[in-house]
Nanobody, 125 residues
Framework: QVQLVESGGGLVQPGESLRLSCAAS????????IGWFRQVPGKEREGISC???????YYADSVKGRFTISRDIAKNTAYLQMRSLKPEYPADYFCAAEAWSCGSKWYLRGRYDYWGPGTQVTVSS
């Protein structure tokens, strides 16, 4: 059974860091690109990063320089390291998988085949 499960969300203060994990099962991350998306209630789900199987990475301008996407093939898990977090309403972070490559339009949610249920992140003092 194909499954993605996010973890690592929580409440942090502005300026702090947090690392999200995305554990995959039923398929290998050797063959799938992983995207991370964020959604604030009442707003569209936005793509924030993607990692292709060839090592290419992509970031939204809003997180470039602060977030780092990575993957551990041995653990079949992808990560999103978030630094210098900015205050925001509670947001749900989702990971998603599509075959092989992120592509130029990696930020479009319709590209992805599999999704996790999400993990919530709140940045507040």
């Amino acid at each position: 059974q194909v499954q993605l499960v996010e973890s690592g969300g929580g409440l942090v203060q502005p300026g702090e860091s947090l690392r999200l994990s995305c554990a995959a099962s039923g398929f290998s991350l050797n063959y799938y690109a992983i995207g991370w998306f964020r959604q604030v209630p009442g707003k569209e789900r936005e793509g924030i990063s993607c990692s292709s199987t060839d090592g290419s990475t992509y970031y939204a301008d809003s997180v470039k320089g602060r977030f780092t996407i990575s993957r551990d093939i041995a653990k079949n898990t992808a990560y999103l390291q978030m630094r210098s977090l900015k205050p925001e309403y509670p947001a749900d972070y989702f990971c998603a998988a599509e075959a092989w490559s992120c592509g130029s339009k990696w930020y479009l949610r319709g590209r992805y085949d599999y999704w996790g249920p999400g993990t919530q992140v709140t940045v507040s003092s």
